[in-house]
């Protein structure tokens, strides 16, 4: 099964807004939480990264907002620019040198 | 720093043929993943590999799929008798030597897989 939902499937936001993507997990054994950005016909690249012992990690205009206790996290993206539309996928994953569980992506369009 | 390097970028193979895809991990890491990406699709683990040993294999089909790290050289994935639905974008990952925490993963560019 998913062990990490995403949502929405598709986001299209004009430039200048904010972009809003969510991720909720079940297995509260995950203590890694990244995220991906994917342009077409490219290999994801990391974008910002978080762990569970704090709420809110900002990098430029990108933040994570991590909800233990709800077990959510989001990335959101400010100011949002063309060039930032991509394809973002959030993943997980617990403990040390193991897999990631990624989440189905959201595509993300930036209208000027 | 190179980054994660993976050839071919592109390979097309007709059904019952065999694919090879290698990847290089980047300088000073010793860990590897391959991951597989269908359309419209997130990634899926398949395997996890470290120098001559394979960690965990547990996302990896039971039959035609192998992969290898050895001491020397990239990893390679193997796919046998390749069929229609292996067609989809492979990606390799690397991470650094762990020491208790998790170590980001860097991805390659992928491998491209068209089955005719």
């Known amino acids: 099964q998913q062990q990490v939902k995403q949502s929405p499937q598709s986001l299209i936001v004009q430039k200048g807004g904010i972009s809003i993507i969510n991720c909720a997990y079940e297995?509260?054994?995950?203590?890694?939480f990244p995220w991906y950005q994917q342009f077409p016909g490219k290999g994801p690249a990391l974008l910002i990264a978080?762990?569970?012992?704090?709420s809110e990690k900002k990098e430029g205009r990108f933040t994570i907002s991590f909800n233990k206790s709800a077990k959510q996290f989001s990335l959101h993206i400010m100011d949002s620019q063309p060039g930032d539309s991509a394809t973002y996928f959030c993943?997980?994953?617990?403990?040390?040198?193991?897999?990631?569980?990624f989440g189905t992506g959201t595509s993300l369009t930036v209208i000027p | 720093n190179a980054g994660v390097m993976q050839n071919p970028r592109h390979l097309v193979r007709r059904r019952g043929q065999e694919a090879r895809l290698r990847c290089s991990p980047m300088?000073?890491?010793?860990?590897v993943y391959w991951y597989r990406q269908l359309p419209e699709e997130g990634l899926k683990f398949m395997v996890y590999?470290?120098?001559?040993?394979?960690?965990?294999e547990s996302g990896m089909p039971k039959e035609r799929f192998s992969a290898e790290f050895p001491k020397e050289g990239p990893s390679i994935l193997r796919i046998q008798q390749v069929v229609r639905g292996d067609s989809a974008a492979y990606f390799c990952?690397?991470?650094?030597?762990?020491?208790?925490?998790?170590?980001?993963?860097?991805f390659g560019p992928g491998t491209r897989l068209l089955v005719l």
């Open positions: 990952a690397s991470s650094r030597r762990t020491s208790g925490s998790q170590e980001t993963q860097y």
């Open positions: 300088k000073g890491h010793s860990h």
């Open positions: 590999l470290q120098k001559e040993n394979i960690i965990d």
């Open positions: 978080i762990r569970p012992d704090v």
């Open positions: 993943a997980a994953s617990k403990g040390t040198g193991n897999q990631f569980y």
């Open positions: 297995n509260t054994a995950f203590d890694y």
